[in-house]
């Protein structure tokens, strides 16, 4: 599956973006989607996964109670809604698709080219 992610830009401390990751397929009861991000210089790291039935979500600690992954699978979209973003969000924010569900990078088969996220304070 490709995946193509939409929404990044820059936004202040304290704001909110919608990134979207459009899928080249049909995803729903085949895939579970997840959002990895990688700061410059440092390692990529998972943010959010939401698994095919879409009833089942995991976050990082960072994030929790600030972002919302869902999905949207008759349109073949997931979503990244970021609320009260903080300077550390700032990074290149990654979708991905894979058949198991996991917070593994490794457990992810199809990659999107990543969408740049910028928090000004």
């Known amino acids: 599956v490709q995946l193509v992610e939409s929404g990044g830009g820059l936004a202040q401390a304290g704001g909110s973006l919608r990134l979207s990751c459009a899928a080249s397929e049909r995803t729903s009861r085949t895939y579970n989607m997840g959002w990895f991000r990688q700061a410059l210089g440092k390692e990529r790291e998972f943010v959010a996964a939401i698994a095919w039935t879409g009833s089942n979500t995991v976050y990082a600690d960072s994030v929790k109670g600030r972002f919302t992954i869902s999905r949207d699978d008759a349109k073949n979209t997931m979503y990244l809604q970021m609320n009260s973003l903080k300077t550390e969000d700032t990074a290149v924010y990654y979708c991905?698709?894979?058949?198991?569900?996991?917070?593994?990078?490794?457990?992810?088969?199809?990659w999107g080219q990543g969408t740049q996220v910028t928090v000004s304070s």
């Open positions: 991905a698709a894979a058949t198991v569900f996991t917070v593994l990078p490794d457990g992810y088969g199809s």
